[in-house]
C-alpha cells in the first residue's frame, strides 16, 4: 500500500478519523457526571443509538480483516465464528436473556451472578472475563498497527501504540457516551463501504452470477461449502476431531459471548427492556445482511486478485480489494472506517473489563465506595486494561484467533451457569462454580490432548496447531461443564440451596414474558428499590 498512488489520501482520512473520536471523546466528558452515565450512558439510549452500538459491539477487525481472510483461503467454513456465530448469539441474547437483564436493572453479568450464584462466582467470573478482555482488545490493536504499517511502514509495534492509545484517551475521558456515539457513525461508514466494494465488484464483473463464478479459496474446492464435507472435513480435519471443531466454531461466539460484559452494557444502556430487545433483534440483523459481504469479498478475490496471496498479507484482502475497485477517495473512506470498526470494539472491550474490576471485585472489598471514588477507579482500570492488552498485542501480533480465544474462555466455564441459571430454579452456587472449573481445567488438558494430533495435521507449525486444539477441545469441555453443573446442583441442593433470580435491590425478578418475542409494544414496567 506505500506504493499505492493515493496513500496520503487514506492516511489523511485515518487521520481525520483520530481527531473526531478524541473530539467525541472530550465532548462526551462533559455528559459523565456519575458512575452510571460513565458506564451505561444513563440508560437512556433510543433504539437508533442502541441497535448500532450493539452491532458494533463486535463488527470490527475480525468481521472486516479477519473474516475476508479466513474466507480468502477457507471458504464459507473459515468464517463459521463470525459473522455467523456472531449473529447467532445476537438472536439467542435477544430470546433468551436480554429482558431479564435488562429488567434485572444490571449493571455488569456479574451482577446476575451475584445476585443469583454467590461472592465466590462473581470474582471468580470477574477475573476470567477480564482476562479474556485483555485478548479481544489486544486482536484490534493488533489489526490498527496491521493498517499503519501496511499504509506508512511503520513497524507494527508503533502502529499498535498509537491504536491503544488513542482508543484508551477518548473512552476514558467519555465512556459508554464517547463509544455509542462513535459506533452510530462508524455504522454508516462500514456499511456502506461494505456495499459500495461489494457493488463495485457486481457491476465490473457483469453480475452475482459472474460473482459466484469466480469465487473460490486456497485451501478448499468448496468455498460455500458451511457443513464437513466428506472429502475434506472441517478446515481439513475429519470425524470427531472435525465435527468437534464444527461445533466449536459455532459455539465460541454464538453461545461464548452471550455472557459478555461489552454486549450486556450495551442493552442495558437501552431505556427500557423492549428498546433493549428490538434494538438486539435489529443488530443480528444488520450484523448477518452486512457481515456476509466481507467473506464474499474474500471469496472474490481469490479470482480478482490471484490465489496466491500468503500469510500476513491475506489480512489485507478486503482493503486490496477497495484498492482495485473503488476510486480514491471512496477507499480512504473505507480504509478510515476500518480504522474506526476496530477501535469501536476496542473501546467496549476496555470498558467492559474496566467496569467489572470496580463493580464486582473492588466493591465486594469495599462495599461503601463512594460514586465519585468509583468513576475515578473505573477510569483507571481503563486505563490499566489499554497498557495490559497492548502488551498482549505486542506480544501475539495476530488478530483472528485472538478474537476467538476470548470468547472460548467465556464459553467452556460461563455459559452453562448463565443461561441455564436464569431459568432453572434448582441451579447453585456450587453447581455454578463446579461447571466453570470443570470446564476450564478439562478444556486445558483436552486442547493439551489434542494437540498432539494437531502439531501433525498442521506439519508442526506450533501456532497453528495450539489454535486448533483450543477450538477442538473446547467442544467436549463445554459439554462437561453444562453436565458437571447439572449433576452438582441437584446433588449438593441441600447443603447450598438455591436462590431466586433477583435483581440489583434484592427483589426476585418477574419471570412474566421472560422471553424476547411477545409483548415487545408494551410499556415495561422497570424494576425499583421499592418493588
Known amino acids: 500500500m506505500q506504493q499505492y498512488e493515493y496513500a496520503g489520501l487514506i492516511v489523511g482520512g485515518i487521520v481525520v478519523i483520530l481527531f473526531v473520536r478524541l473530539a467525541i471523546g472530550y465532548w462526551a466528558s462533559k455528559r459523565v457526571e456519575t458512575t452510571n452515565d460513565y458506564v451505561l450512558a444513563g440508560r437512556r439510549l433510543p433504539i437508533w443509538m442502541a441497535a448500532p452500538s450493539i452491532m458494533a459491539t463486535w463488527f470490527a477487525a475480525e468481521t472486516l480483516m479477519g473474516s475476508s481472510s479466513e474466507a480468502y483461503k477457507y471458504g464459507l467454513q473459515g468464517v463459521i465464528f463470525d459473522p455467523f456465530g456472531a449473529t447467532l448469539c445476537l438472536a439467542l441474547s435477544g430470546l433468551l436473556i436480554v429482558r431479564l437483564a435488562r429488567r434485572a436493572q444490571y449493571m455488569t453479568i456479574m451482577d446476575f451472578f ?27 490493536i493488533v489489526a490498527g498497527g496491521a493498517i499503519l504499517q501496511a499504509l506508512l511502514g511503520w513497524d507494527l509495534s508503533v502502529g499498535m501504540v498509537l491504536v491503544a492509545g488513542v482508543v484508551t484517551i477518548y473512552t476514558m475521558a467519555g465512556g459508554l457516551w464517547a463509544d455509542t456515539a462513535l459506533d452510530f457513525m ?10 459500495l466494494i461489494f457493488g463495485a465488484i457486481l457491476w465490473s464483473v457483469g453480475g452475482l452470477e459472474a460473482f459466484l463464478g469466480m469465487a473460490g479459496a486456497q485451501n478448499t474446492e468448496y468455498p460455500f461449502a458451511m457443513l464437513p464435507t466428506a472429502e475434506e472435513g472441517y478446515l481439513g480435519y475429519q470425524g470427531i476431531e472435525g465435527w468437534f471443531y464444527y461445533i466449536a466454531a459455532w459455539m465460541a461466539i454464538g453461545l461464548g459471548s452471550i455472557p459478555a460484559q461489552d454486549y450486556l452494557q450495551r442493552t442495558c444502556a437501552a431505556k427500557n427492556e423492549n428498546v433493549a430487545v428490538k434494538s438486539t433483534y435489529l443488530a443480528a440483523f444488520l450484523y448477518i445482511t452486512f457481515g456476509i459481504l466481507s467473506p464474499f469479498i474474500g471469496m472474490a478475490a481469490y479470482s480478482a486478485i490471484g490465489p496466491d496471496v500468503e500469510g500476513e498479507a491475506t489480512q489485507f484482502i478486503l482493503i486490496m480489494m477497495a484498492m482495485e475497485y473503488l476510486p480514491p477517495v471512496l477507499v480512504a473512506l473505507f480504509v478510515a472506517a476500518l480504522a474506526s470498526a476496530l477501535m469501536s470494539t476496542s473501546d467496549s472491550s476496555m470498558l467492559a473489563g474496566a467496569t467489572m474490576f470496580t463493580e464486582n471485585i473492588v466493591k465486594v472489598f469495599k462495599p461503601d465506595l463512594s460514586d465519585k471514588s468509583q468513576l475515578f477507579l473505573t477510569r483507571a482500570a481503563l486505563v490499566t486494561s489499554g497498557l495490559l492488552s497492548l502488551a498482549i498485542a505486542l506480544w501475539a501480533e495476530t488478530i483472528y484467533q485472538l478474537a476467538v480465544l476470548a470468547n472460548t474462555c467465556i464459553l467452556v466455564g460461563m455459559v452453562a451457569p448463565y443461561i441455564i441459571g436464569m431459568y432453572w430454579k434448582k441451579a447453585n452456587h456450587i453447581g455454578a462454580l463446579t461447571s466453570f472449573f470443570s470446564g476450564t481445567i478439562s478444556w486445558i488438558f483436552l486442547s493439551m490432548f489434542y494437540y498432539q494430533e494437531t502439531i501433525v495435521a498442521n506439519e ?70 421499592a418493588d
Request: proline share 5%.
Open 114 to 140: 451475584q445476585h443469583r450464584y454467590g461472592t465466590a462466582m462473581s470474582v471468580v467470573g470477574s477475573v476470567a472475563q477480564i482476562i479474556g478482555y485483555f485478548g479481544w482488545t489486544a486482536a484490534q
Open 460 to 529: 508442526g507449525f506450533v501456532q497453528d496447531a495450539v489454535w486448533d486444539a483450543v477450538y477442538i477441545g473446547s467442544t467436549p469441555a463445554f459439554f462437561i461443564s453444562v453436565i458437571a453443573f447439572i449433576v452438582v446442583s441437584l446433588a449438593t441442593g441441600k447443603i447450598d440451596p438455591p436462590k431466586v433470580l433477583t435483581n440489583i435491590y434484592g427483589k426476585p425478578v418477574s419471570m412474566k414474558n421472560a422471553l424476547g418475542w411477545s409483548k415487545l409494544n408494551e410499556e415495561p414496567v422497570e424494576a425499583s428499590a
Open 186 to 195: 462508524q455504522m454508516f461508514l462500514t456499511m456502506g463501504g461494505l456495499l
